[in-house]
DNA sequence: TATTGTTATACTCTATAACTATA
DNA sequence: TATAGTTATAGAGTATAACAATA
């Protein structure tokens, strides 16, 4: 090891070997771009997630959705009422207590906004990323993901 | 295509392209597996990264630091007070407005504590990586955040 | 004029507890 | 007993604005 290599290693950034520091800081600055991105169509990321999965998967309780996304029943409540209140979703009494909940004509126009927002939005964080290293480093992360909450 | 190709293709998670989702999930699990490890030293992970700041530069003012971890100037001043109220940091004047931040003894010695947990933690969070990927993770983390920040 | 440090404050997100109605 | 949905509320984290003291 040359003198110059080992006075880089001495002053190196402490924060650098720490993963978790980087995805927290990465996580903050996309989060914030995708709130901007979407805020022209009134819609907050949670809102949009969850257009994104009563696409996927209509007729979910919000429970369902809830458990789905990783969001409380009890601030479920609110995020539904708000796109109820927009007319993006429309619940169908399954029986007393549970209602299935699907995307109205309106909801499915907005879902189509969504995708295109989100598509830009990510083109614009992670242009610098190959197709390639792209979808590896989603995979990478959902797998650590499933292996961490597995373990819980 | 293979048909049963087609069927996994069109049932796909929608949210799997989706780089940013997979790296806030990710960051809310491993920040909360954080705050659960430095809990038992009475520190949150903002208090954790100023030790590591000042460790790694002593003498930054309270401003130096906010701007070093994205903390605001605002919300350093608590954080500061419950440091120096630990006896984990000191301050020196440097001149009539701005004070020189150290690291007092017992604060070098809860640092060492804190790089002991967040190490485990890492491994414990990051054990189904090999060191290779996972050095290679943090790189493009911080790659990406650098290539975004400067672009924002 | 700009910067440091501080206080007050507001807003968002998330978490818990309690309640009802129903299964 | 357990679950769906709701309400109220508390906490943490973060944001802005304003101020005094100093550069």
Chains 1, 2 share one sequence.
Do not use: C
């Not at 901007?36 to 907050?44: E, N, Q």
């Amino acid at each position: 090891m040359r003198a110059s290599e080992q006075i880089e290693t001495a002053a190196a950034d402490p924060f650098d070997a720490l993963l978790g520091y980087h995805l927290r800081r990465l996580s903050v600055l996309v989060m914030a771009d995708l709130t901007a991105s979407l805020a022209p169509l009134g819609l907050k990321p949670a809102d949009a997630s969850i257009l994104l999965a009563l696409h996927s998967d209509s007729g979910m309780t919000q429970s369902d959705i809830g458990r789905r996304l990783g969001i409380q029943r009890a601030n479920m409540a609110p995020l539904m009422a708000g796109l109820m209140q927009n007319g993006l979703v429309e619940k169908q009494a399954v029986d007393g207590r549970s209602q299935a909940v699907r995307l109205s004509r309106a909801g499915q126009a907005m879902h189509r906004q969504v995708l295109g927002l989100m598509a830009e939005h990510e083109a614009r964080m992670f242009a610098s990323l190959t197709p390639a290293v792209r979808q590896r480093l989603a995979k990478q992360l959902k797998a650590l993901w499933q292996v961490i909450q597995q373990e819980d």
